[in-house]
């Protein structure tokens, strides 16, 4: 006797709920590790207090302002008076000394590389710590030193840490 086979002629079902829930998991894991791996660095930025009416403006200090400047051929000036290395150290550490909430700012020439800048800036710190801050200028005109003054005035002042 033979037996017959039954045969299925329905088309098969496939529930796709439990499958979307497995790959929205998968998805989210890997979003999740993604994110969390990622060293994402922010970089702090002290903003300068709201300037209002009762405060004075910082370019009524401008002649005060301690202004060394770095040309291309690496000659250093102390506002606009050309200075040794020596010279230049000395004078910034006495400065420091002198004025306890002053700033000593560095103009470098456009032309100086990077590398330079960033020597020069690291020696001044090694003489003056954080109260040594970099200024640049605003546009391409020749560098005097009442253009030196006016854009260090409107530089941001560094904050010195107690």
């Known amino acids: 006797m033979r037996f017959r086979e039954i045969e ?35 970089i702090e930025v002290d903003l300068p207090p709201e300037q209002t009416e009762d405060t004075p403006a910082v370019s009524d200090t401008a002649e005060e302002l301690f202004i060394v400047e770095k040309d291309a051929t690496g000659q250093q000036f102390l506002n606009g008076a050309p200075m040794t290395t020596e010279q230049l150290t000395l004078e ?25 800048v960033m020597q020069f800036l690291g020696d001044m710190r090694s003489v003056g710590g954080d109260r040594v801050s970099l200024a640049l200028e605003e546009n391409t005109a020749e560098n005097t030193a009442e253009n030196a003054a006016e854009t260090a005035a409107n530089a941001t002042n560094p904050s010195p840490e107690d």
């Open 8 to 42: 299925n002629t329905s088309i098969p079902v496939i529930d796709l709920i439990p499958m979307l829930t497995v790959m929205m998991g998968v998805l989210a894991f890997f979003v999740v590790i993604s994110v969390s791996l990622s060293n994402e660095q922010l």
């Open 92 to 116: 910034v550490e006495g400065y420091l000394a002198r004025n306890r909430d002053s700033v000593v700012y560095l103009l470098p020439s456009r032309e100086l590389p990077y590398e330079e």
